[in-house]
């Protein structure tokens, strides 16, 4: 069971608007024994507490109001319930790093991920967890402000791509087999032959 | 362009690379969707490291709030024949190399492009996986330039 860790990240991006103090917490999702539901409300106030309180972090570079409602956000997006790999909080920790991009990122017409964009990646990744996949993928942002996860092994490649309107796209291939998709919706059930070679 | 000859694909932005290791957002979908577009790589045996950069910079210049690190920058390798001879699942070739010089500002470019008829979305991510696996020598822009 994984439990929770006191303890508070520091988060930060190229851009230099988005360095904030983020309590561990808030970004790792906790889950407790007996079933016991952290107040989650009480977890997005301590993270905007902990900004307006550090001093570390310069007056022009603090984005209180902008974080508090990101913390919500993503915290609504949370399934405390969930019993999940070593790789769900670290995956989640990234997205949220990509998540602070802002239009031209990339380059000129590169587009900063939209909101809807990162509710569905963060939903993709809770599905993951929830199906029991070991295997870690790699999480990426594409130009056009889409999340990509990866997984290149020795056995397997694969690349999965969320779009902001909630469907996903995805190839992958293990052992001379392969399977592909346009247009999966992230609120059904996970691609079935997608989920064999994630599990295998 | 001869199949011996090696490209080299510059990856700017770190956010490319997660770990160690090259990500599918390296090679954009929109070079692999749309029939006019390609994958902008440089053949290594024309390179001019002076020209590398300015073209990095070039585009860090026209992204808003983004400027270039020269050391944040890596790059990648492709075999130019091993890229025309990858094969889809149906067994096609997907891509063609071909050079695409810009006159006065770099002269090594060239561009990879999808030459199938296939625009889908879930086999843009076949392309990107079969670019990731072919891509080695994985390293900053400074040891690549090093080298040259």
């Given at each position: 069971m994984q439990t929770s860790r006191i303890e508070d990240v520091s988060v930060s991006s190229r851009s230099p608007n988005f360095n904030w103090v983020v309590p561990a917490a808030v970004m790792t999702g906790i889950t407790f024994a007996g079933g016991a539901t952290l107040c989650l409300d009480d977890l997005a106030n301590r993270s905007e507490k902990s900004l307006s309180s550090n001093?570390?972090?310069?007056s022009e570079q603090r984005n209180t109001s902008s974080a508090s409602e990101e913390a919500k956000s993503f915290i609504a997006g949370w399934q405390p319930d969930v019993q999940a790999s070593e790789w769900y909080f670290d995956l989640n920790d990234r997205l949220l790093q990509l998540s602070q991009k802002e239009d031209g990122w990339k380059g000129e017409k590169s587009v900063a991920p939209s909101r809807e964009a990162r509710k569905a990646a963060s939903e993709m990744i809770s599905k993951l967890a929830h199906e029991g996949v070991e295997r870690r993928p790699s999480i990426g942002l594409d130009y056009e402000g889409t999340f990509s996860l990866n997984w290149m092994d020795d056995k397997l490649s694969a690349d999965l791509t969320v779009y902001e309107d909630g469907t996903y796209s995805f190839f992958a291939t293990s052992d001379g087999r392969s399977a592909m998709a346009d247009e999966e919706r992230?609120?059904?059930?996970?691609?079935g032959r997608l989920l064999s070679f994630l599990l295998g | 362009m001869d199949d011996a000859t090696d490209l080299h694909r510059l990856i700017?932005?770190?956010?490319?690379?997660?770990e160690g290791r090259l990500l599918t957002s390296a090679f954009p979908r929109q070079d692999l969707q749309d029939a006019a577009r390609y994958v902008s790589v440089s053949r290594t045996d024309k390179l001019n490291p002076e020209a590398e950069i300015l073209t990095a910079q070039n585009q860090a210049d026209k992204a808003d709030g983004v400027n270039f690190r020269r050391d944040e920058a890596w790059s990648a390798i492709l075999n130019c024949g091993e890229v025309r001879s990858l094969e889809d699942t149906e067994g096609n070739q997907p891509f063609a190399v071909k050079p695409e010089p810009i006159i006065?500002?770099?002269?090594?470019h060239c561009g990879i492009s999808n030459v199938t008829s296939k625009r889908g979305r879930g086999y843009v991510n076949q392309l990107r996986a079969l670019l990731v696996r072919a891509a080695?020598?994985?390293?900053?822009l400074d040891e690549f330039l090093g080298e040259i």
């Open positions: 001093s570390e972090i310069p992230i609120s059904e059930p996970l691609n | 700017w932005s770190p956010d490319d690379i997660q006065g500002v770099n002269e090594a080695s020598k994985l390293r900053t």
